[in-house]
């Protein structure tokens, strides 16, 4: 009897002990778990880009990033060096919106050569850019460099509105919405324009 004894509390002491340990591993496992799911859940979208980021041909780039950065008080958020000293990619945040750049580079896989607008002696888009103080960022955009193409004003659409280019050849429009306005109305107010040129 007494053999027999021993050796059920033998039995109970292994099923304790393997109970004991179970219970100090599962922890472990469950964050290894976790660990693991966090790896494999990736945004399609990614957060700090949104859907749309512009992305802006510039040269030299090196020079443009500083000069966002005195003009729009932009924040550097990366740079990627190519050959002959050129930027490959760099990113940029003003506001909290990315934005992308990069040097003129060769036409790549039988793509289009990318040129920037002051090379290419055009530009055929722009950056909109809503600040809370549009006066005081226009100025220091000047301050900085920027050329005014179209002076501050208060625009039909609600917004006090400018235009400058930077030395780069991109527009930059910098806006203050002052008030809401509908499209019935704004569609009225440009009734009364005349046509440009006219």
Known sequence: MAKKSKKKAAGRAKVGGAKATAKRAAPAARKSKKKAAARKKVQA???????????????????????????????LKGSIPGPDGLVMHAEISIGGAMIMLADEM???????ARK?????????????????DVDAAFERAVAAGARVTMPLEDQFWGDRFG?????????????????????KEMRA??????PPGA
């Open 45 to 75: 979208v990614p957060a700090q880009y949104g859907a749309v980021t512009p992305s802006l041909v510039v040269s030299p780039c090196a020079e443009a990033l500083e000069f966002y950065q005195r003009a729009f008080g932009a924040k």
């Open 163 to 183: 235009q400058l280019e930077d030395p780069f050849g991109h527009v930059w429009s910098l806006a203050t919405h002052t008030r809401d306005v509908s499209m």
């Open 116 to 132: 920037s607008p002051k090379n290419a002696g055009t530009t055929t888009g722009g950056v909109m850019l809503y600040v809370k």
């Open 106 to 112: 060769p036409p790549m896989n039988g793509g289009p």
């Open 189 to 194: 107010a440009m009734a009364q324009m005349s």
